[in-house]
């Protein structure tokens, strides 16, 4: 049998894919690298695109498609750490700013609520003044 | 018999709410099973990448990245995870309770805080005791993704790395088992060293791009999947608190049913007793 490497694909959300194989290929910043087993240990960041798994053994290959994410080498184990969202500074940058003026929002309802309460109160004492006049006026009437 | 109608229209309405409170518990159980098996599912992620980063820090201890330094604590930021919905007993007052009390310590001390809000009791409670809330994500659902979470995240992490905060917390449940969950406040950031350092044996690696740019994007990522971590278990925590706190209502609901149904029976017989002597009397009079 020929050699094999461990390959663990996981996602902050949960494991992709984990076993055996006798190659890795993944999108390295810097262009494809093919992993074989005992390759010197290498962290990469990895850009959008598709991590192939080679089973060996006539098995089918396996196609993982990652949004971008690290790859780690060990000599005898490779770790695909995926990210499931796709990923750019500006985006994230985007991300931040929207997260940022939810809260400011958030902040902004606050005094409204703050306001419709307060002018809630101001209508329910007009309206008991209202009603006393109306029963002072019935009573001067009878 | 004025009373029995009126118990009668009582009793109905419990046993509706008890229907109500009893679909909800059902419907707390199966979540929570998922909630669960999703909070398992986060585990290797976070484990692989510690794994990885107290492989870079015994390779480069001379490297010291701005999250694992320690600074000097004027400013403070939590990252609060809480449930959307409520009803689900004291879950999120009991967070609230024991943040508060650590809030008042830091404020005594004269140490300002800032705030980020995930779920909508956190944003509803800590702006109404006015709080600098500075991001906030609200409606995650049951199966939260990460990317609802960068923003928020990086808001506070852009905030440490410029020097306006000097250190992270996270708030959020604790999931021991079904019955208990524990509040806890855990430090973020800077990252407590002992948690990168347990390893065996090492190695240095070869960087691509480089050793800095890696370690970057990886630290960042390591504080999100941890902050994924606790919104994931705090929904695993909402849904068996509900789940408890239905399954109580339920009880309860059935009790009272008991006890009206006792005294509408009583009612019942006291009417029919009266009938009867009414109609004795009335014949005994002809």
């Not at chain 1, 005094?111 to 009573?139: D, N, P, T, W």
């Not at chain 2, 707390?28 to 599912?41: C, F, L, T, V």
């Not at chain 2, 009803?87 to 008042?104: I, Y």
Request: glycine content about 6%.
């Amino acid at each position: 049998m020929a050699m094999t490497i461990h390959v663990d694909i996981v996602s902050a959300e949960g494991e992709i894919f984990s076993g055996l194989a006798e190659m890795v290929y993944a999108p390295a910043v810097m262009g494809e690298v093919g992993i074989a087993p005992r390759h010197t240990p290498l962290v990469t960041r990895l850009k959008p695109g598709e991590v192939r798994v080679d089973l060996g053994d006539n098995k089918e290959m396996q196609h993982f498609y990652v949004s971008g994410g690290i790859l780690e080498v060990q000599p005898h184990v490779v770790t695909v750490l995926a990210d499931t969202a796709i990923r750019a500074t500006d985006l994230d940058e985007a991300a931040a700013e929207e997260a940022k003026r939810r809260a400011e929002d958030a902040m902004a309802d606050r005094s409204a609520e703050f306001e419709y309460a307060k002018a809630q109160a101001e209508l329910a004492e007009a309206v008991a003044q209202l009603r006393a006049i109306e029963r002072i006026r019935k009573g001067k009437r009878t | 018999m004025a009373g029995a109608k009126e118990i009668r229209t009582q009793i109905a309405s419990i046993k509706n709410t008890s229907k109500i409170t009893k679909a909800m518990e059902m419907v707390a159980a199966s979540k929570m099973r998922k909630a669960q098996n999703r909070m398992a599912a986060t585990r290797p992620y976070a484990d692989k990448m510690r794994n990885v980063i107290g492989h870079l820090f015994h390779a480069h201890p001379e490297y010291k990245h701005t999250f694992m330094i320690e600074r000097e604590v004027k400013r403070v930021g939590y990252i609060i995870v809480s449930s959307d919905r409520g009803l689900c007993g004291g879950l999120n007052n009991n967070l609230f309770r024991k943040l508060f009390k650590e809030m008042k310590e830091l404020r005594d001390s004269g140490t300002e805080v800032d705030f980020c809000t995930i779920g909508n009791k956190a944003l509803g409670f800590f702006s109404r005791f006015g709080g600098n809330i500075v991001s906030q994500a609200t409606h995650l659902g049951d199966a939260p993704h990460i990317e609802d979470l960068i923003g928020t995240v990086k808001v506070m992490l852009d905030a440490y790395a410029e020097g306006k905060i000097d250190r992270i917390y996270i708030a959020y449940n604790n999931f021991v088992n079904t019955m208990t969950q524990s509040p806890s406040v855990e430090q973020l950031v800077p990252i407590p060293p002992k948690e990168v350092e347990e390893l065996k044996h090492h190695w240095d690696y070869i960087y691509e791009p480089d050793s800095k740019d890696v370690l970057d994007n990886l630290l960042g990522r390591y504080v999100e999947s941890l902050v994924y971590q606790a919104v994931v278990e705090n929904g695993a925590c909402e849904q068996s608190a509900r789940m408890v706190a239905m399954k109580s209502a339920s009880d309860n609901a059935g009790e009272l049913i008991n006890e009206l149904q006792l005294i509408y029976n009583k009612a019942r017989q006291a009417a029919i007793t009266q009938e009867i002597s009414e109609i004795v009397g009335g014949a005994a009079a002809v």
